[in-house]
């Protein structure tokens, strides 16, 4: 399944930014897959990818790391197959590489937070916090 991240850019600290990712709903062979889940991770600079948020495609429950709680809001769009990330009171610490990924199907652990069970990934965004 393809998926098209944008929206990333350079922004103060303090400041705004919004990221969307949009899945093309099939694969690049033309089969169609459902979406259990999809989520956003993330790499800073010399650091391991991790783990930021996750919303569940039949519910819409979210989950996010601790270090973004109350700033950070995944929301989805089912009809668009597309989810959003709303990132208020942005950091310096935030500056990364953003990643969309998406769950095909549940995995055992009913994790959302492990990058191995993801399927699918997008390119990347960057963005950038000044101080």
């Known amino acids: 399944v393809q998926l098209q991240a944008y929206g990333g850019g350079l922004v103060q600290a303090g400041g705004s930014l919004s990221l969307s990712c949009a899945s093309s709903?099939?694969?690049?062979?033309?089969?169609?897959?459902?979406?259990?889940?999809m989520a956003w991770f993330r790499r800073a600079p010399g650091k391991e990818r991790d783990f930021v948020a996750a919303?569940?495609?039949?519910?819409?429950?979210?989950y996010y790391t601790d270090s973004v709680k109350g700033r950070f809001t995944i929301s989805r769009d089912n009809a668009r197959n597309t989810i959003y990330l709303r990132m208020n009171s942005l950091k310096p610490e935030d500056t990364a590489v953003y990643f969309c990924a998406l769950q095909r199907r549940k995995y055992s652990s009913g994790s959302y937070i492990l990058g191995d069970e993801y399927d699918d990934w997008g390119q990347g965004t960057l963005v950038t916090v000044s101080s």
């Open positions: 709903g099939r694969t690049s062979s033309g089969q169609t897959f459902p979406t259990y889940a």
């Open positions: 919303v569940s495609w039949y519910d819409g429950r979210t």
